[in-house]
């Protein structure tokens, strides 16, 4: 899935793309160079994307980036509600074409 999902990306023009198995190793990354923008998965393992992207916040990043969350959660109602509130830009269905 995360193979697809850069390749998506690619394809349609970004360069750049970088993406991570794991969610503590982009925070790690994301401290020495932040993105330009963030799409992050909201089911990840050992912490989910909105728990990630809260984490980024206390440490002082994603303040002003744009983010994206992808979810295959069958209702996203209330998910969407809190990543809005969370500064989340989308939340994007899976699957995604």
Do not use: C, W
């Amino acid at each position: 899935a995360l193979a697809h999902m850069r390749s998506i990306l690619e394809r349609a023009g970004l360069s750049n793309v970088e993406s991570f198995e794991n969610p503590f190793a982009a925070l790690e990354r994301f401290r020495v160079s932040p993105p330009g923008v963030l799409l992050l998965d909201y089911l990840m393992p050992a912490i989910d994307g909105l728990a990630l992207l809260k984490t980024m916040q206390n440490n002082g990043l994603g303040q002003r980036l744009p983010v994206l969350l992808v979810s295959g959660m069958p209702d996203a109602e209330a998910l969407k509600v809190l990543a809005y509130r969370q500064g989340v830009v989308d939340v994007i269905r899976k699957p995604v074409n």
